[in-house]
């Protein structure tokens, strides 16, 4: 029997083709699509981009100031878990401060990171409310889940967020 090159070059190429179009469509519309909607559903998100591999699910955030990215990420992690399984999620969320935010942090991170390697997490949301009132017009909060501390620091105008790792691993320290 002679098999004939052209019929088997397409059908090679119209399987490889419905292979990874049906792996595309699948990750469309059971990974990408159903997280990007429930995390643009939050209150206080801008925008979202998600990039999931098999070990891990990046999600860069636009939030707006007044955004509470401890409740938001609470939501995410109950949300997503039937979607998301085992793969670590790594948060980035975009830098909208300005030169006060930048100084306000400067001046609380030594406690904050103080209370972090003595495992004092209860004096960090002390710190934030002492900077907000120390300074007219900021809102300072801090939030914690079993992962990271989230630091919220706004003046109305730009604002900060901060996701700090509480193992020392992630953070780059040695325990």
């Known amino acids: 029997m002679k098999l004939r090159a ?3 070059i397409i059908t090679a190429l119209v399987s490889v083709a419905v292979l990874f179009g049906g792996f595309f469509a699948y ?3 059971t990974l990408y699509k159903p997280l990007m909607n429930m995390v643009t559903s939050y209150p206080g998100v801008n925008s979202a981009q ?3 591999n098999q070990k891990e699910v990046d999600l860069k955030l636009d939030l707006k100031s007044n ?3 401890g409740s938001i990420m609470e939501q995410f992690n109950k949300q997503s878990m039937p979607i998301v399984g085992a793969r670590k999620v790594k948060l980035e969320v975009q830098d909208h401060s300005d030169q006060q935010l930048n100084n306000i942090w400067e001046n609380a991170m030594f406690p904050v990171s103080q209370a972090m390697a003595n495992r004092q997490y209860t ?3 002390k710190t934030m409310q002492q900077i907000a009132g120390k ?3 900021i809102t300072a909060k801090a939030q914690m889940d079993d992962r990271n501390v989230y630091v919220s620091i706004s003046n ?3 604002s900060k967020f901060l996701i700090l790792p509480l193992s020392a691993q992630a953070t780059g320290g040695n325990a």
């Open 123 to 125: 004096d960090i949301p």
């Open 6 to 8: 052209l019929p088997v």
């Open 27 to 29: 990750r469309q519309l």
């Open 67 to 69: 955004a509470d990215l």
């Open 135 to 137: 300074n007219s017009g």
């Open 156 to 158: 109305g105008k730009a």
């Open 50 to 52: 998600i990039s999931i």
